[in-house]
């Protein structure tokens, strides 16, 4: 047996298969794993023992049962393994396949061999798909020279490595490569590194179990440092992926817990400067990482904690402080450089003072070069701080591209019953928005993100929203926060979502510290309020009233406002409607929020074929930026993208073509026709994002994969109205059943008061 995989597992159920299975691919299968089940559910070890029956190398499942952490978990799989080397892998990350192979060209005559890592938010489906370039958006450098974190935006370039000279010795280079692997100290690592088992045993070198987040980094240097012969393999082995959910299942690095983790990190220092003491450059360089994180952890520490803790943390830093060398102190500068100094005489109250004044510093610096961080700082400072306009409402409907859904309709009842009470304030995205959207009541227009926008923000008791507010939203005492989202969900959410590839990889934290902020949600149906429970961890109030902007679809006599909605567009008031309105698709992009649509449908064959007895209205997602030219078929299509309010589309549809949109939900209020344009299902469904639906179960129509189905559906609608109608009746049950016409007071009266 070549290689023993030493794997501690913590019930990381949705990672271990990504895991295993990069351990199945290995172009070298001369090995075993051995996954060390530290304090786990019973289901998870049985899973486990499942998967090890069929593996095709051998995989041992060992337990602990007290939750002695993976220093413990690390030491026991060391002690069980029979492989000629041991290599560390943690449950969360995966291996290139080739890593193997690599590693062992390099390990003839050596105890140690390590190599580089990528990082990812990513599984490895998404990962090898397009991962790399999702993380390149996301952090703005590609996987490969990503060695850091992105909390950063302090003084960095100060503590680089500059024209450092390329280390002649092979050791000096894996070492340069163990420290520089990782951005922070702390993250100094022995994943990925392959060490000669007879090695270990021969020093006796076992994890110090007593460590709970850094056991690592002493460890590591123990195992560099025992030995001359360590090798380097100059390809990318190990993927280390971050967790996108730190709120459910939080890496060890997204725990707080900072006390704790400074007091580890200071003993690792003192323990790693004793074991590389007289290799004079590897000092400077693991004594500049050390600066660093006295720099960003430690001094800033002292602001926030009590006075007995930062005492105590003080304490132990000023063990460390007089062991750096010269060299690495000589590199230092600016701050860095006026902080060590400082910190040889002060206390912590004041290295705290001077932190918190550098720090100012650079706020006012920033805000002093960026109209936006400006805007921000007053937002904040000054705002924020000002009287709260106990009877404004703001109000923003899709970021603010429209006048629109539940927003609307919320004002205009607020303004026809309760006249004069309220002064409201409307958010739109850009100017030329401003201008166009005509409001039938007094109101503010501000436009996101300018000055009046974090005003009124700022300092407005109501807020009506059926999105996210923005990350830095600050919730007042006092504030009333009225979320009514935009839809019944068919797409998986946030927390139902296992990757995150479109919007920012933290996306389940934002969303999650987003979601505390709002006092009610609008539920459209009992479906939807299970779903938003789970899928935004919501547990505030829920409104169960129906969506407010369906309430127009419940008016009794809807012909004069067809008319005049017919007439307002312009189409021939004898002419039947067909309104076409697809969704967006995650993968179809130009920049983030900015996406592309392409037309599927052949227009020309359904003009000739329909065009006598229709008119075709084609509505795109507000993602989309495509404006596509209908121009060829005027008279018959007509782009209705810009039209505000998709709830009048409906009214004066006779028949829907959709996808994958929530919109299916909404009209189902009118119980007319509805056709299901899913040319893309199995990517959609499977790739992309995955249903909550079953939709060849629920659609109360036809799925379409041409436009020659939906021609022949076209010409069959009552046939097929005929065929859905017990489906569709289930459907409008399931999810209209609490839509009535009254959605709008329903939600007003509980916010507002009667
Ligand atoms: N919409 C629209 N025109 C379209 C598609 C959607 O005006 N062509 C509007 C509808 O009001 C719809 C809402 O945008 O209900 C949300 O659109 P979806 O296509 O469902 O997609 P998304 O914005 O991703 O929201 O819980 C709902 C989900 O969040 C989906």
């Not at 299901?676 to 629920?698: A, H, M, N, S, W």
Request: charged letters at 30%.
């Amino acid at each position: 047996m070549k290689v023993s995989v030493i794997i501690p597992y913590h019930n990381e159920r949705k990672y271990i298969g990504d895991c295993l299975d990069s351990l199945e691919d290995q172009s070298v299968q001369d090995l075993e794993a051995i996954v060390v089940c530290d304090h786990c559910e019973k289901e998870a070890v049985l899973e486990l023992r499942e998967r090890a029956n069929e593996s095709p190398f051998p995989l041992t499942v060992l337990e602990l049962t007290e939750g002695q952490g993976t220093a413990a978990a690390r030491n026991m799989g060391i002690q069980n393994s029979q492989g000629e080397y041991v290599l560390f892998l943690d449950c969360d990350d995966y291996l290139e396949t080739y890593a193997l192979e690599e590693l062992l060209l390099q390990a003839e005559g050596k105890d140690v061999v390590y190599a580089r890592h990528a990082k990812t938010w990513y599984g490895r489906r998404v990962y090898y798909d397009n991962g790399k370039q999702l993380y390149a958006q996301n952090t703005g450098k590609s996987v490969e020279e990503d060695d850091e974190e992105q909390d950063s935006d302090t003084d960095n370039d100060e503590l680089e490595l500059q024209g450092e000279q390329e280390p002649e010795s092979e050791w000096l280079r894996t070492f340069h490569v163990l420290i520089h692997n990782c951005y922070s100290f702390q993250e100094i690592t022995v994943l990925g590194m392959l060490v000669r088992k007879d090695y270990i045993q021969e020093k006796d070198y076992l994890f110090e179990e007593d460590y709970t987040y850094y056991a690592d980094l002493p460890y590591a240097m123990l195992l560099l440092c025992g030995t001359e012969n360590a090798g380097l393999v100059s390809k990318t082995i190990y993927i280390k992926r971050k967790h996108n959910d730190p709120i459910n299942l939080p890496s060890l690095s997204q725990i707080s817990d900072e006390k704790k983790k400074l007091t580890e990190g200071i003993r690792a220092y003192l323990t790693m400067k004793e074991l590389v003491k007289g290799r004079e450059e590897a000092e400077v360089a693991l004594d500049r990482k050390f600066i660093k994180y006295y720099v960003k952890k430690i001094s800033p520490y002292y602001i926030t904690a009590s006075r007995k803790d930062a005492e105590e943390i003080y304490h132990q830093a000023s063990k460390c402080l007089p062991l750096i060398t010269e060299p690495a102190r000589k590199r230092a500068q600016g701050y860095t450089r006026r902080l060590l100094k400082a910190s040889e005489k002060e206390g912590p109250a004041k290295i705290a003072k001077r932190v918190s004044r550098h720090s100012s510093l650079q706020t006012l610096r920033r805000v002093l070069t960026s109209r936006s961080a400006m805007r921000k700082y007053l937002y904040r400072k000054v705002f924020s701080r000002m009287k709260m306009m106990d009877n404004v409402v703001l109000l923003e409907s899709f970021f603010g591209r429209n006048y629109s859904d539940s927003p609307k309709y919320i004002f205009e009842y607020l303004n026809q019953n309760y006249p004069g009470q309220y002064k409201y304030v409307w958010i739109f995205s850009n100017s030329k928005r401003r201008r166009e959207e005509k409001l039938p009541y007094p109101s503010k227009k501000v436009i996101r993100f300018s000055l009046r926008y974090f005003y009124y923000m700022a300092r407005v008791k109501y807020i009506v929203f059926n999105g996210r507010q923005p990350q830095y939203f600050i919730k007042r005492k006092g504030n009333v926060f009225l979320e009514t989202w935009h839809g019944t969900p068919l797409k998986k959410l946030v927390f139902d979502m296992d990757e995150v590839t479109t919007a920012s990889p933290l996306y389940k934290k934002q969303f999650y510290i987003q979601t505390r902020s709002w006092d009610y949600l609008v539920a459209p149906n009992k479906f939807s309020e299970e779903v938003f429970r789970h899928a935004f961890m919501y547990d505030g109030k829920m409104l169960e009233t129906g969506y407010p902007r369906n309430d127009i679809l419940h008016l009794e006599d809807k012909s004069a406002l067809t008319t005049e909605i017919k007439k307002e567009l312009g189409i021939d008031q004898n002419k039947k409607v067909i309104l076409y309105a697809p969704t967006w698709r995650d993968d179809e992009f130009y920049a983030s929020a900015q996406y592309k649509f392409t037309l599927q449908l052949d227009m020309d064959k359904l003009k000739r074929e329909l065009g006598d007895e229709y008119v075709l209205l084609l509505r795109t997602h507000y993602f989309v930026v495509d404006n596509l030219d209908l121009s060829p078929y005027d008279g018959f299509a007509y782009n209705v993208s810009q039209y505000n309010d998709i709830a009048r589309l409906y009214l004066i549809s006779d028949v829907l073509i959709t996808d994958y949109s929530s919109v299916f939900f909404d009209y189902a209020n009118l119980r007319r026709p509805m056709l299901f344009f899913t040319y893309d299902l199995e990517k959609y469904r499977g790739v992309l994002r995955g249903f909550y639906v079953d939709v060849e179960e629920e659609l109360p129509g036809p799925m379409l994969f041409n436009t020659d189905e939906v021609l022949n559906a076209m010409r069959n609608l009552p046939a097929i109205e005929e065929e859905y109608k017990e489906k569709y009746d289930r459907f409008y049950e399931k999810y209209c059943a609490w839509e009535d016409g009254n959605a709008t007071r329903k939600v007003v009266e509980t916010v507002f008061g009667k």
